[in-house]
């Protein structure tokens, strides 16, 4: 059992007031709140120990590179990954999905093809098209049917030795559908294929182990789960993270430079160029320390009730109409109200204190297949409650009225 009271005391900002109404924080997907564990993390580094890494022999430097280190293990244990130097840091989902497209770059050509979800994030659609562009290989699409679920019969279909890589969410950010990623990845491997999760949108709510997964990459962003923007992480086996070529070039990355040639470091320094975001990286093991104490079966049983009591509650309102009805989904509810436009609504519920993102959610072929400019999208984490959710549906009920 979740202790909701105790829970939502670790995070400061649940406590403050938005037009003078309690805040209701229902954007989890765009971004999670920060609990004081972490915020207390990020507040000792540069109050005790802030200093550049790996390079100093002082005593600052050290402590800093030993946290950042001790956080790749953090992350590391979490995902499962077989060695350390698997996870890659990057500022984010977007720059690890754009690392590995980089990659890709050298090692495709016109005859191949990459298959992609009709679900993505934008993040997880462009870099695959300005690959295409540059390599000449094909995008194949895999299609959704009403429900918002992946077609699998299609996707087998795509299928072909010509088929280089696939990338496909975990979790959908835009309508909550869960994706079965252990088929997919056994599938694209059976054609010879590498396989990207864009887990951005999964980590919040579960706990992805990669080695069970045999997945090639996997990606996601701290912000996302409890942790701070602009770190994330990508993960990738040993052999594809030696057989791509570095991403940037800089400091870190490199063994020996001169100007006739430069060596570059070993994994997982070869993609990291520059001084990193050092204090985010101990912050994201900070977060999922904190997640796992909360725990992620907790977490999950927590979330479903949200879920379900959200969905049964939102359907009573006259006209509203749920996007993303998959039998395997998680706490994102994304709706519209019957002729209202979604922003009209998602201004009056700021009105009330009540934050929900409006808009395409970065995934505009999903708005184009409904054939709707975007949704009212509400989603939960562990420390919403149902008095929230009565709270929304409270507020989209006076919005009605107001706007119709
Ligand atoms: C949020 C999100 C992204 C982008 O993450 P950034 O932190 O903005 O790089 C990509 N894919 C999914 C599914 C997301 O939810």
Redesign the pocket.
Known sequence: MLDIDKIRKDFPILNRKVNGKPLVYFDN??TSQTPQQVIDVIVDYYSNYNANIHRGVHALSQEATDKYEAARLTIQNHFNAKHAYEIIYTS????SINLVAHGFAALLNKSDEVIVSALE?H??IVPWQMLCEKTGATLKVIPMNQEGELDMVVYAQLLSNKTKLVFV?H???ALGTINPIESIIKQAHNVGAAVLI?G??ACPHVKPDVQALNVDFYVT?A??MCGPTGV?MLYGKQEWLEKLPPYQGGGEMIDQVSFEKTTYAGLPHKFEAGTPNICGGIAFGAAIDYMNTVGFETIANYENELLKYGTEKLLEIDGLKIYGTAKNKTSVISFNLDGIHPYDVGTLLDKMGIAVRTGHH?AQPIMDYFKIPGTIRASFAFYNTKQEIDALVEGIKKAKMMLS
């Open positions: 997907a765009a984010g989902t977007t720059e994030h993040s997880n969410n979790i959908s950010n864009d951005a949108q962003s912000h996302k994330g970065c």
